[in-house]
């Protein structure tokens, strides 16, 4: 009679190739959307047919921030806004390497806010990817430029007072080529344009809605990170090429998603050559 | 990062020390320059652009001195010597960065052309008011290398010292100038490339999956690898452990800074570099740095032509600071005399290096004119007549 061997199979992560598995587990809370958009990211970046070796990966300061830590490109973990002006230095000195930016709406938007807007003026080539969960978390729940208004966080606590910033507008003014916009539960879609991002010459910006489960939606009642994918699926359109002036985003209102601006203009490294 | 001689421009030129540092970058390999614009440190950046597509060097001007530093940080990590020049407002601004450097042990030269602070201060007058900021700006703990030229071809030949310093150390070095230096204008002499001495990259040679970016040689420096080349590492400004990982506790914070401040403090003796003059039968030396030097070797003739028995240590090196040799010094003399442009700043390291054997005078120095003598010569005066060691610094009028 024949025996039936089994070969003990060796587990591998399907996504060893691009993530840091001896950095496993990673630091982010449950219901977390972080998680999702590096899920998106490491998924595009095996499939963008690019060369692996030739990536950068530059974070910021905040839960966003700790992405560059777990993606297995060459890495960099800066200060506090300042990952768009670090990366620029590294797409200067060496035109060769695509650099991405993963960090967070504080980071990115309030602190590094000047540096977007002269990378993208500028069209650095590099794809800038932002999680904006409208809260400062990883210092407990602050208001961002990005907490829609009458929210409550922890430095806001009658409501927020402040109107929100609408990043792909002023993505768009600031003159990047390709703008999107994408919430954690449309991950296929957003997938595809880390693809389209990641092959685009040019300054690209990809947002990306994610639930703050501790800090955004406790503090606000809306449940847990499952109730907000719930808010997501119901309250969310698609309309690409929208006018980037129509993506403001209100408390509980409805988020307009898509790819709004997909256009040419040369990058800084061509006009400088 | 071999050498690169397409940089050096040899020969005789009667340059600025502004234009005669964009020229030891040149020479020293540096391929990118970083920058905002902000006087009196401007002619560097001018004279590295003029030169910029001729040697293949590229520069971006940023939106401010916080990113002007954070692109030169950056940039190191792809392999290419890298500068950033600013002046004190903009030196403020790049401390954050200046932490980041010494964290991350990336290679690279800031340049500082001091002018008068507070504030917006005088920004067209010199100034020596920002060399405790060079030293302790940025949060934290950590050692820095600084070097203080006094004239054009000091401005060249301590860049180019700048860089060797910052690759071999990997630690961020300054240039600290001032607007005297960097505008005044005499001879400069480049000699040919293979007399330049051109300190390499420290680069890992080994298999690729077996990098570790903190790991250190036995002198704590660890290895570099640029961006690019497949070892896929990481680097972070937290405290780290020796792959570059994050380790959030005491026992890791200690294993990360001691190497930080001990790769500097155990090879002091060998990063030091001091100027001196009759100090072997001097009653008073002065000690001076940068611009004020000038004045100070020139004082120092006229009241030996008087009769007193002056010496001069010159520091090239500011930080880390010579104490080793001070304290040797201050057993020998009555006194030393310290005159800086500003209200007494490096004075506080000779006190405190002094260890009491010998009186400090401080001197004011430069609102006479920075080439003025007068003041320091009434204070090396005083300083022969003192027989009796004081307590502190004793500040001349």
């Not at chain 1, 997909?262 to 800084?268: A, G, I, K, L």
């Not at chain 2, 500082?112 to 900021?133: A, F, T, W, Y």
Request: proline share 5%.
């Amino acid at each position: 009679m024949e025996t039936l061997k089994t070969k003990k199979m060796k587990e591998v992560h399907p996504m060893e190739n691009v993530l840091r598995m001896d950095r496993i587990p990673h630091i982010w809370c449950p219901g977390c959307g972080i998680g999702l958009a590096v899920t998106a990211f490491a998924a595009a970046l095996e499939k963008a047919k690019i060369d692996l070796n030739k990536v950068a990966i530059v974070s910021g300061i905040g839960c966003t921030g700790r992405v560059a830590g777990y993606v297995k490109l060459d890495s960099f973990h800066t200060t506090h806004g300042r990952a768009i002006a670090f990366a620029t230095g590294i797409k200067v000195a060496n035109p060769d390497i695509k650099v991405v930016v993963f960090s967070g709406d504080g980071d990115l938007i309030s602190i590094g806010g000047n540096h977007f807007i002269h990378a993208a003026r500028r069209n650095i080539d590099m794809l800038v990817i932002c999680v904006n969960n409208f809260i400062y978390a990883m210092t407990g729940g602050q208001v961002a430029p990005t907490t829609p208004l009458a929210v409550y966080a922890t430095t806001c606590p009658f409501g927020s007072v402040e109107p929100p910033i609408n990043i792909p507008y002023l993505a768009d003014s600031s003159g990047a080529v390709y703008v999107a916009r994408w919430t954690t539960l449309h991950i296929r879609r957003l997938t595809n344009s880390f693809i389209e991002a990641l092959n685009k010459k040019g300054f690209s910006v990809v947002e990306v809605i994610s639930p703050c489960p501790q800090y955004y939606s406790r503090v606000n009642r809306l449940g847990d990170g499952l109730d907000m994918m719930k808010f997501y699926h119901d309250n969310t359109e698609i309309r690409h090429g929208e006018d980037t002036k129509n993506l403001d985003i209100g408390f509980q209102s409805k988020i307009i998603m898509g790819k709004f601006i997909d256009r040419e203009r040369p990058s800084y490294t061509e006009r400088f050559d | 990062m071999k050498k690169d001689p397409k940089g050096v421009l040899i020969g005789s030129h009667y340059l600025s020390g502004n234009q005669a540092c964009a020229e030891g970058a040149l020479s020293a390999g540096c391929r990118l320059l970083s920058f905002y614009p902000i006087m009196p440190a401007l002619e560097v950046s001018e004279r590295f652009l003029s030169r910029a597509k001729q040697v293949g060097a590229t520069f971006i001007q940023m939106e401010d001195e916080i990113s002007a530093l954070a692109a030169v940080l950056g940039a190191s990590w792809t392999g290419k010597k890298s500068m950033t020049v600013t002046s004190g407002p903009g030196l403020s601004l790049m401390m954050e960065h200046l932490g980041l450097g010494v964290m991350l042990e990336t290679p690279c030269v800031i340049v500082d052309i001091q002018s008068v602070g507070p504030g917006l201060g005088l920004p067209n007058r010199p100034s020596q008011g920002d060399m405790m900021q060079a030293r302790w700006g940025s949060h934290g703990d950590y050692e820095i290398i600084a070097l203080a030229p006094s004239s054009p071809q000091e401005m060249f030949n301590f860049t180019i010292k700048a860089f060797n310093l910052s690759e071999r150390y990997r630690v961020p070095v300054a240039v600290m100038s001032d607007e005297y230096v960097a505008h005044l204008k005499e001879e400069v002499v480049i000699p040919p490339a293979n007399e330049i001495e051109i300190e390499p990259r420290r680069y890992y040679e080994g298999p690729k999956d077996r990098y570790l970016p903190f790991k250190r040689d036995e002198d704590l420096v660890p290895r570099m690898v640029d961006i690019g080349e497949g070892y896929k590492f990481h680097v972070t400004g937290l405290t780290h452990d020796d792959r570059g990982y994050p380790i959030m506790n005491e026992e890791c914070q200690e294993y990360n800074v001691h190497p930080l401040v001990r790769k500097i403090r155990n090879y002091v003796e060998n990063i030091v570099e001091v100027q001196e003059t009759h100090v072997e039968d001097a009653e008073v030396i002065i000690i001076s740095y940068g611009a004020t030097s000038r004045a100070a070797l020139k004082a120092m003739e006229q009241a030996r032509s008087s009769g007193i028995k002056v010496g001069s240590l010159k520091l090239a090196t500011v930080w880390p600071f010579p104490e080793k040799r001070v304290a040797e010094l201050a057993k020998k003399v009555k006194a030393f005399a310290v005159p800086e442009m500003n209200f007494g700043q490096i004075v506080l390291e000779v006190e405190r290096c002094s260890h009491g054997n010998a009186n400090v005078f401080f001197v004011h120095h430069g609102e006479k004119g920075v080439e003025n003598t007068d003041n320091i010569l009434s204070a090396v005066k005083q300083a022969a007549q003192q027989n009796t060691v004081k307590d502190g610094i004793i500040e001349c009028e």
